[in-house]
């Protein structure tokens, strides 16, 4: 099972900063990796997916880059809406094997 | 616009089966464009992949989940449904359903990322 670990597990950031999670894989998923935003009480949201294409409808504002085992999702000058938790997934195997991070918890400061 | 909304009992015996079902609109599952999955969220924790299936019927488990989950889909109703045998308090968690687009490589069509996911269904194992 390829794991993936996010950091740091808790963030904390004044809004219209920048913010930098991270996700590291156990072994090489290529650009097979997706990045996901959830706030309480609802569904995870789609943002970004093979690794730095955003979804429709996600802000430019929100940047991914990596490859291979190192993947990092940017979110440039936070607006209120941006603080939430974030998690990575991996769809690199076939057959599937899909996992996701832990999470990354984004704060006010 | 595509919805996916999760149904079925929100509380499950230990032992028993758990069932739930999700209704697809705005858009159907019989098409070979797309894979339509299951995910879980336990409260207070991360996500984590169930399985998916495929319009030929063809599906993919978690290795940890595999003996005990079932996902089958009925096109007529444009319903696929996510069945967990002998459920444990382990398996209490918000059940979710997915939308997964493929990529096709070679001849093999790999499911990706999930872009549309329903609200969520709360299931509590508990006698």
């Known amino acids: 099972e390829i794991v993936l670990t996010q950091s740091p597990a808790t963030l904390s950031v004044s809004p219209g900063e920048r913010a930098t999670l991270s996700c590291r894989a156990s072994?090489?998923?290529?650009?097979?990796l997706a990045w996901y935003q959830q706030k309480p009480g609802q569904a995870p949201r789609l943002l970004i997916y093979a690794a730095s294409t955003r979804a429709t409808g996600v802000p430019a504002r929100f940047g991914g880059s990596g490859s291979g085992t190192e993947f990092t999702l940017t979110i440039g000058s936070l607006h209120s809406e941006d603080f939430a938790i974030y998690y990575c997934h991996q769809y690199n195997n076939w057959p599937p094997e899909d996992t996701f991070g832990q999470g990354t918890k984004l704060e006010i400061k | 616009q595509l919805q996916l909304q999760e149904s079925g009992p929100g509380l499950v015996k230990p032992s028993e089966t758990l069932s739930l079902s999700c209704t697809v609109s705005g858009g159907s599952i019989n098409t070979n464009s797309y894979y339509w999955g299951w995910v879980r969220q336990p409260p207070g924790k991360g996500l984590a992949w169930i399985g998916n299936i495929f319009y030929d019927g063809n599906t993919y488990y978690n290795q940890s989940l595999k003996r005990r989950v079932t996902i089958s889909m009925d096109t007529s109703k444009n319903q696929f449904s996510l069945k967990v045998t002998s459920v444990t308090a382990a398996d209490t968690a918000v059940y979710y359903c997915?939308?997964?687009?493929?990529?096709?490589?070679?001849?093999?069509?790999?499911?990706?990322?999930?872009?549309?996911w329903g609200q969520g269904a709360l299931v509590t194992v508990s006698s």
């Open positions: 997915v939308r997964v687009p493929l990529v096709m490589v070679t001849a093999l069509h790999l499911p990706t990322w999930f872009d549309s």
């Open positions: 072994q090489s998923v290529a650009n097979n």
